[in-house]
């Protein structure tokens, strides 16, 4: 029988309806997608929403296995483990539901996770254009978590979508994780997923979840509140009690209530600031709120008699000006724009004038952001530069302290509820931990959340021991002229402080930083490394990996000798007499430099004219501990250490 081309139409209308009906019935969580990679040689999770009680029949190879949805919809299969593999088809199949995923490899799944240092794009690092070449990499798979917060844990990520490695797609990718997949899949020869987790200058509390949490009373008593707390809401309260502190400038300006704008500068007592400059970076104030500017400036008879014009450059944020105490009208300006007022005629005086800027900063910087040349007056034949001193004075010093917007760190756990806790079902390979810059203000504690934190994500997963690769802190800022208490040098003493359990591997970096940047730029020697370390735990299981560990500390009437446990043998430096880096103390806990050089491959004899009888030792203890050149066996940098159990200033 025929039918005709509208019936037709209708027909298959009708069917793609229905087919799309049928395949909306099936939810699964965003990572399950074309494209996607399943960790090889453990059994195949994969779980999700269809209708109550629907009969699913899970196949992918020569795998199957069947489920049925509970009351509320909800199912998980686990499928046989495959060694590796693919392309390969995964069907879901119901009587009233069916989902197909294309292009599914069995490889290995790992997790980056971190901070900055870990999200650091490919495309910011050092020899990007010479990477991005050869990075047509279709068996290395990036999946990268969108950002999101919660006050509860959650089962569904906020988003993202699987990208195969190319040219075209690495320079978004982790510059660590890039390199790390690239060592990795040219080592094992198999598809490598990569899952990023990351959240700029995000302390590690927000990355901890509920059960670890709890083991600190005060973090508990967090979780408590939390439970009543729709994360929605606090958002709208916090930002709008934002802006209530914004609207209040003018309430609390004093320079506003006693009419500063009218007084000419020979008649206050105000201190000077050379601008144009931002007052928060480098000046003299650390304050949000307003600020008041002012400079007297002389014009002759003639130059009063037509307007000036009065170029400000870059301000931030928002700033009105005065002349002789006229408000001149309010410009239409973007923020930081570049401010250019006109001064009126009727308003200039011959000889002296008075110019104020008051400048209003809601957060971060305020000040006059542009170059010396922009601060400037001018007519047609003349310039009179503004830049160098100019009397200010803060108006605002009754001000209540700004309202904090809700982000990452504003309660523990955040972060965790909404992109880690989604992803604990999920059959994984290992985690890679670049995390800690955020903690410098309390590193000692640091040690027992970090551990917490790992055992929680291993008791959340349910895959055992997997490997946990710790990234320590490269060095940073300038090196101490003597030896001292180093923030930075605890932190990555914290960070060795899980290696008590199995499979944790230390990545030492303190060979490699830079002074004046916290993101320094050369991530594929961080990604070398981590692979490089998750081969010897692979070697070593199930033993962890990292930290200088001592087998013995000698000591002789003038000198410590350093014996180093024998899995540190073979020692390597190209200046086996003259190590640098290291510090020597005697019972009065005063450190001084040592001479040090090697006495065997893994023996260390220190001494220093200042100690005459030393006890304690200490390895790379500083922010930046300046050149070093002593080795394990493996070719990675001897991490720092110290014998001492002093207090540090953050205990």
């Known amino acids: 029988m025929l039918i005709s081309l509208p019936k037709a139409w209708s027909v298959i209308g009708l069917t793609l309806l229905f087919h799309f009906q049928l395949l909306s019935q099936i939810d699964l969580p965003i990572f399950f997608n074309d494209h996607m990679v399943l960790q090889r040689d453990r059994p195949i999770r994969v779980w999700g929403t269809a209708p109550a009680g629907e009969q699913l029949r899970i196949s992918m190879e020569n795998r199957v296995t069947v489920v049925e949805a509970d009351e509320a919809g909800h199912w998980m299969a686990t499928m046989g483990a495959i060694a590796v593999g693919g392309p390969y088809t995964l069907e879901i199949k119901g009587r009233e539901s069916y989902r197909q995923l294309q292009d599914v490899w069995v490889g290995e799944v790992w997790l980056c996770m971190g901070q900055s240092n870990m999200e650091w794009p490919l495309s910011k690092t050092d020899n990007y254009e010479a990477i991005q070449t050869q990075a047509d990499l279709p068996s290395l798979r990036y999946f990268k978590v969108s950002k999101g917060m919660a006050m509860q844990p959650q089962t569904m990520l906020p988003g993202g979508t699987w990208q195969i490695a190319s040219p075209e797609t690495v320079g978004n990718f982790s510059g660590v994780a890039f390199h790390y997949a690239k060592k990795r899949l040219e080592a094992e020869n198999v598809p490598i997923g990569i899952i990023e987790v990351t959240w700029g200058a995000t302390g590690i509390r927000t990355w901890m979840g509920p059960e670890a949490l709890r083991k600190q009373a005060d973090l508990a008593a967090n979780l408590t509140a939390m439970e009543s707390l729709d994360i929605d809401e606090v958002q709208d309260s916090l930002r709008n009690a934002a802006l209530t502190w914004r609207e209040s400038f003018d309430q609390y300006d004093v320079g506003l209530q006693e009419d500063w704008a009218a007084s000419s500068d020979e008649d206050l007592d105000w201190p000077m600031m050379d601008l144009p400059q931002i007052w928060e970076r480098g000046g003299p104030l650390l304050v949000d709120g307003t600020v008041w500017f002012k ?95 100019w009397f200010y004075r803060w108006g605002t010093p009754a001000l209540p302290a700004k309202p904090e917007a809700l982000g990452p760190n504003t309660y523990p756990g955040l972060v965790y509820n909404s992109m880690v806790n989604p992803l604990t079902k999920l059959t994984i390979a290992g985690i890679l931990w670049y995390q800690g810059e955020s903690d410098l203000n309390d590193p000692f504690h640091y040690r027992q959340l970090l551990l917490d934190l790992i055992d929680d994500y291993r008791q959340q997963w349910k895959l055992g021991d997997f490997p946990f690769l710790l990234i320590q802190l490269p060095f940073f800022r300038t090196p101490f002229s003597q030896p001292g208490e180093s923030g930075w040098a605890t932190l990555r003493e914290s960070q060795t402080f899980p290696l008590v359990r199995r499979q944790v591997g230390l990545v030492p970096l303190i060979d490699q930083g830079a002074t004046h940047n916290i993101h320094p730029t050369n991530k594929e020697v961080v990604g070398k490394r981590c692979a490089q370390v998750a081969k010897i735990l692979e ?44 510090a020597i103390a005697g019972a009065d806990g ?36 300046g050149i070093l050149d002593l080795f394990d066996g493996s070719g990675l940098p001897l991490p720092p250490f110290r014998t001492d159990k002093f207090t540090v200033p953050w205990e």
Do not use: C
Not at 359 to 374: C, E, K, T
Not at 551 to 578: G, H, M
């Open 295 to 389: 400079r007297d400036f002389e014009i002759t008879a003639e130059q009063s008699q037509q307007d000036i014009d009065l170029s400000l450059g870059v301000l931030d944020d928002r700033e009105e000006v005065f002349l002789n105490g006229n408000q001149l009208p309010v410009g239409n300006f973007t923020y930081r724009s570049f401010r250019r007022y006109t001064l009126p005629q009727e308003h200039l005086e011959a000889g002296k004038n008075s110019l104020t800027v008051r400048i209003s900063d809601y957060g971060y910087v305020g000040g006059f952001l542009g170059q010396a040349d922009d601060l400037q007056l001018s007519q047609e034949n003349w310039t009179l530069p503004l830049a160098g001193p």
């Open 539 to 582: 070697e070593k299981m199930p033993a962890s990996f990292g930290g200088a560990e001592l087998e013995a500390v000698e000591r002789t009437d003038t000198a410590l000798i350093l014996r180093f446990k024998e899995e540190w043998a073979n020692l390597q430096s190209s200046t086996p007499d003259q190590l640098p880096g290291f």
């Open 590 to 625: 005063q450190f001084y430099w040592a001479e040090a050089r090697l006495l065997s491959d893994k023996s260390i004899l220190l001494s220093s004219d200042q100690v005459r009888t030393p006890l304690y030792a200490r390895y790379a203890w500083a922010d930046n501990p």
